[in-house]
């Protein structure tokens, strides 16, 4: 009798554990979706470690997790918002050069003037003839153009990627002709799926002196870099293209 009883009793707590007793769902699973990157951002390995970015011709970052953009408004005070404001409303974020901020850093637009410094307005704009002349990168598609997209605190590389070239405008009529020229055709902003990451200790040397000092001229380090509450990181020497 007693074992009947006993059993009754499992059974009924078996019954009710089906519907109530499942663990919670993991929390890194409910979050998987705010590590994907952006559209506009270059590609890069272990998107899920990185979470800021900085925008060095625009002043702005932005939080990958929280899907916000910081930038500075009146006052000096931080604005986070969905969009960029509305002085860069009309930014192509796909063409522009991003720098993917060290995984251990939080709120990194606390630190500003490091980050103004160091990555000054076009400070990449070197890059590309470096690795051309140098033979760094070779193996670019015909009609293509090789874009310096990204630095990445994280590896100390910059990430190139290409994209056709703009197309030569068509010749102008000769005086006396009446027929239209046809304007020239709209550039292509889709880039090639070959990626090449480029360790900065390869262009640094032919980098101007002044700026060898800095991370944009010299590579990242951390014993320059501002000081802030670390967070937990998760788990060859030429521009080698990848897929």
Not at 14 to 30: F, H, K, Q
Not at 66 to 91: L, N, T
Not at 189 to 205: D, L
Request: proline share 13%; aromatic share 12%.
């Amino acid at each position: 009798m007693k074992r009947t009883i006993l059993f009754f009793i499992l059974a009924i707590g078996l019954t009710t554990c089906i519907g109530s007793c499942v663990p919670p769902p993991d929390n890194d699973s409910m979050d998987v979706q705010n590590y994907v990157p952006p559209p506009w951002a270059p590609p890069y390995d272990n998107v899920s470690t990185i979470r800021y970015y900085y925008l060095p011709d625009y002043e702005m970052y932005y939080d990958v997790w929280d899907r916000q953009f910081w930038y500075m408004g009146d006052g000096d005070a931080w604005i986070s918002s969905a969009v960029p404001p509305s002085q860069d409303a009309s930014v192509d974020l796909g063409s522009s050069f991003v720098v993917l901020i060290d995984r251990d850093m939080d709120h990194p637009w606390e630190h500003h003037d490091y980050y103004r410094q160091n990555y000054p307005n076009h400070g990449y704009d070197n890059y590309r003839d470096i690795v051309v002349k140098n033979r760094i990168v070779t193996n670019i598609a015909p009609n293509h153009e090789l874009v310096p997209r990204a630095f990445n605190e994280n590896t100390n590389r910059v990430t190139f990627m290409q994209r056709p070239s703009i197309p030569t405008p068509p010749p102008q009529p000769q005086r006396g002709q009446d027929h239209p020229v046809p304007p020239p055709p709209m550039v292509n902003q889709r880039y090639h799926q070959v990626v090449h990451e480029v360790p900065m200790k390869n262009i640094s040397p032919s980098m101007p002196e002044a700026s060898r000092k800095l991370n944009y001229g010299g590579g990242y380090s951390k014993t320059r870099a501002p000081q802030n509450n670390p967070k937990p990181a998760a788990g060859n020497d030429r521009g080698e293209g990848r897929r």
